[in-house]
Nanobody
Framework: QVQLVESGGGLVQPGGSLRLSCAAS????????MGWYRQAPGKERELVAS???????RYADSVKGRFTISRDNAKNTVSLQMNSLKPEDTAVYYC????????????????WGQGTQVTVSS
C-alpha cells in the first residue's frame, strides 16, 4: 500500500512563512504528479499547487508569487514553500499524488495524506 505523510504545518503570523513537506512511500511504480490541496471550514477542497512529472507547474491564482512547489523525484517527496502568508491561507493542507502501484503499472489514481493544519493569525 501507499502512504503519504505531511509535516510542517503550524501557527504563523500574517506575513510569515512556512514550509510543508510530504513523503510518499510504499509500492510506487510511477508518479505522474504531486501537489497540494487545501480545505477551509465550510469550503470545498481546492488545488493550491501541482507539479506534474511531464508538464508545467500550476498554482491557484490566490497563491501565485507567494508559494513555490518543488519535488524530489528520487525520494518521492514534494514541498510547498509558503511566504507572505495571509489569514485567508488558513486551512488544512493535503498532499496529493497521482501514481500507479507495482500491482498495476498503468492504473493511476489519487492518493491523499492525512492533512496538516496551517493557521495564519496574529
Amino acid at each position: 500500500q501507499v502512504q503519504l505523510v505531511e509535516s510542517g504545518g503550524g501557527l504563523v503570523q500574517p506575513g510569515g512563512s512556512l514550509r510543508l513537506s510530504c513523503a510518499a512511500s510504499g509500492s510506487i511504480f510511477s508518479i505522474r504528479a504531486m501537489g497540494w490541496y487545501r480545505q477551509a471550514p465550510g469550503k470545498e477542497r481546492e488545488l493550491v499547487a501541482s507539479d506534474p512529472t511531464d508538464g508545467t507547474t500550476r498554482y491557484a491564482d490566490s497563491v501565485k508569487g507567494r508559494f513555490t512547489i518543488s519535488r524530489d523525484n528520487a525520494k518521492n517527496t514534494v514541498s510547498l514553500q509558503m511566504n507572505s502568508l495571509k489569514p485567508e491561507d488558513t486551512a488544512v493542507y493535503y498532499c496529493n499524488a497521482d501514481l500507479a502501484m507495482y500491482g498495476s503499472h498503468w492504473f493511476y489514481r489519487d492518493y491523499w495524506g492525512q492533512g496538516t493544519q496551517v493557521t495564519v493569525s496574529s
